[in-house]
Nanobody, 122 residues
Framework: QVQLVESGGGLVQAGGSLRLSCAAS????????MGWFRQAPGKEREFVAA???????YYADSVKGRFTISRDNAKNMVYLQMNSLKLEDAAVYYC????????????????WGQGTQVAVSS
């Protein structure tokens, strides 16, 4: 079992920045990928970014160049630095951990955090 707890969400003006954090505990050595997903009201959960055990990182096209995913393996932490936020970035952001290689798909993740709300104002 892996437990994930997100923090760092809030309200920010368009163009501003936020950093989300995800604390992982439990059987973290089994994790292949750590991902961030988001879900806006009425929309499906969508991939945002992933960090693999190989240290490779991947991003959705919509956030590439603005968001950065990073890991601190010693602390079992994953971060999502979000810069130049847009109105369309507003959503509940979820941290996820999985052992499947299809890291862009929610189905590849076995464990999910409770989510943290990100609101962007104009």
């Amino acid at each position: 079992q892996v437990q994930l707890v997100e923090s760092g969400g809030g309200l920010v003006q368009a163009g501003g920045s936020l950093r989300l954090s995800c604390a992982a505990s439990g059987r973290t050595r089994s994790i292949y990928a750590m991902g961030w997903f988001r879900q806006a009201p009425g929309k499906e959960r969508e991939f945002v970014a992933a960090s693999l055990w190989t240290s490779s990182t991947y991003y959705a096209d919509s956030v590439k160049g603005r968001f950065t995913i990073s890991r601190d393996n010693a602390k079992n932490m994953v971060y999502l630095q979000m810069n130049s936020l847009k109105l369309e970035d507003a959503a509940v952001y979820y941290c996820a951990a999985g052992s499947d290689g299809a890291f862009r798909s929610p189905g590849a993740y076995n464990y999910w955090g409770q989510g943290t709300q990100v609101a962007v104002s104009s």
